[in-house]
């Protein structure tokens, strides 16, 4: 619930990813991806780089659309997840260089 904080963040629950764009302007303690100190995760730059390589390789091959009426429901557990998935169509965009 740290990345959903009222008392860190300005509008906490919308989706914002330009909040991140600056980390030094981030409180050092107010973004734990994964974790921090002695229990920092030890595959969290393996876990970045996986997945911005996934999802370059999804977005150069398919244009993805949400479904109406399907919206995600953040719940939180352990970790923030979306209540029965991320509903979504994926249409095959034309290769540019055939």
């Not at 734990?32 to 091959?61: D, K, M």
């Amino acid at each position: 619930m740290l990345h959903r904080n009222h008392l860190l963040w300005n509008d906490p629950d919308a989706f914002k990813p330009e909040r991140f764009a600056d980390p030094k302007a981030i409180d050092r303690f107010a973004y734990l991806p994964f974790s921090a100190g002695s229990r920092v995760c030890i595959g969290a730059s393996f876990a970045i780089q996986e997945a911005v390589i996934i999802l370059a390789t999804l977005l150069s091959h398919f244009e993805f659309t949400a479904i109406s009426g399907r919206d995600p429901k953040p719940v939180m557990i352990l970790t923030l997840r979306a209540e029965g998935g991320v509903w979504l169509t994926a249409k095959p965009v034309m290769d540019r260089f055939d």
